[in-house]
């Protein structure tokens, strides 16, 4: 699946759009409160018949995932491993999941790669580099069948999850 946000500004209140035919798979809507964000909801748009069209979302201050009415602590399925500045982060939902490996690239964004032999199942690029004489490009995402099958939606708040905490440090 190749997607992009259509809200470069803000990729919390944006719609995920696919590349192919520009229709839209996801919308993300974010509440504000007094001090900073509450929750991130991710709508699918095209829910399967007698399902709730809310997927799952995401508890910024409590730090907690929803996925499909489950709820999980950042802690519980985020571990850091290595030194203090080349730390790599490890995502996993639950033991019969599968466990990716997130880093972090300047150039080519967020990599998702699995850790048994570290072919990349997701991309999240967010264009970060002001242009002189063009626009930016969307942010994209892509995600390869691999990711496809169980982790969609984990993959995506995952890497949000990531890029708004790496845009909050810099």
């Given at each position: 699946?190749?997607?992009?946000?259509d809200?470069?500004?803000?990729?919390?209140?944006?719609?995920?759009?696919?590349?192919?035919?520009?229709?839209?798979?996801y919308?993300?809507?974010?509440?504000?409160?007094?001090?900073?964000?509450?929750?991130?909801?991710?709508?699918?748009?095209?829910?399967?018949p007698?399902?709730?069209?809310?997927?799952?979302?995401?508890?910024?201050?409590?730090?907690?995932?929803?996925?499909?009415?489950?709820?999980?602590?950042?802690?519980?399925?985020?571990?850091?491993?290595?030194?203090?500045?080349?730390?790599?982060?490890?995502?996993k939902?639950?033991?019969?999941?599968?466990?990716?490996?997130?880093?972090?690239?300047?150039d080519?964004?967020?990599?998702?790669?699995?850790?048994?032999?570290?072919?990349?199942?997701a991309?999240?690029?967010?264009?970060?580099?002001?242009?002189?004489f063009?626009?930016?490009?969307?942010?994209?995402?892509h995600?390869?069948?691999?990711?496809?099958?169980?982790?969609?939606?984990?993959?995506?708040?995952?890497?949000?999850?990531?890029?708004?905490?790496?845009?909050?440090?810099?």
């Amino acid at each position: 699946m190749e997607a992009y946000f259509d809200n470069k500004g803000n990729i919390l209140n944006a719609c995920v759009r696919s590349t192919r035919d520009k229709s839209v798979l996801y919308t993300l809507k974010t509440t504000f409160g007094l001090r900073g964000r509450k929750v991130t909801v991710l709508l699918d748009e095209n829910p399967p018949p007698g399902r709730s069209a809310h997927v799952a979302s995401l508890y910024w201050k409590d730090k907690l995932f929803e996925i499909l009415g489950q709820r999980k602590y950042v802690s519980d399925i985020r571990r850091k491993e290595g030194r203090f500045l080349s730390k790599t982060r490890h995502w996993k939902w639950s033991t019969e999941r599968k466990e990716y490996e997130l880093r972090y690239d300047e150039d080519e964004g967020w990599k998702a790669a699995l850790n048994e032999n570290m072919s990349i199942a997701a991309r999240f690029l967010v264009p970060s580099r002001p242009y002189l004489f063009r626009k930016p490009p969307p942010p994209a995402l892509h995600l390869t069948k691999t990711a496809l099958e169980r982790d969609e939606v984990f993959l995506i708040l995952a890497m949000l999850y990531s890029e708004i905490k790496r845009q909050d440090s810099t």
